[in-house]
């Protein structure tokens, strides 16, 4: 009895985790790698993505890919891609700092002068969601 009891007391409080599918457009060349990561905020804006609530890296095959990043728990999230052609693990930049390799974020939004805000890329998961899904258009 105690532990239908406990059971029933959990049910609510059980969270419910969504699927986000990724659709990658626009890759050219088709060589090289692509960073992938999902982050909150606190780890939005750092180089090591090691600390990400996802992360990933998938050799380039063709010019789109679809990710599926499963079991996300409700909250805030933005997403970034870069087509990382040189295989030299970061999204390499010209002289001025111009990035020179494809790079994405979700809302496909685009920094002025820098990457967009965490507030800019954010998008938010609730426990109604299954699935969502992102298009993710590289720009050089």
């Given at each position: ?49 090691s600390?990400?609530?996802?992360s ?7 010019s ?7 079991d ?36 496909n ?23 969502i899904?992102l ?6």
């Open positions: 009895m105690k532990k239908i009891i406990l059971s029933i007391l959990l049910i609510p409080s059980l969270s419910y985790a969504t699927d986000i599918e990724v659709n990658i457009n626009n890759i050219k060349p088709i060589v090289g790698k692509l960073f992938i990561a999902l982050d909150v905020k606190d780890t939005y804006d750092k180089d090591d993505k600390n990400s609530f996802f990933l890296r998938k050799k380039v095959l063709a789109s890919h679809k990710i599926i990043i499963s996300v728990n409700p909250g805030t999230y933005a997403l970034s891609v870069f087509h990382d052609v040189d295989n030299n693990n970061k999204l390499s930049t010209n002289f001025f700092g111009v990035p020179s390799e494809g790079y994405g974020f979700s809302n939004v685009v920094g002025s002068f820098s990457m967009p805000t965490f507030k800019e890329a954010s998008f938010i998961i609730n426990n109604k969601q299954k699935i899904s298009n993710v258009e590289l720009v050089r």
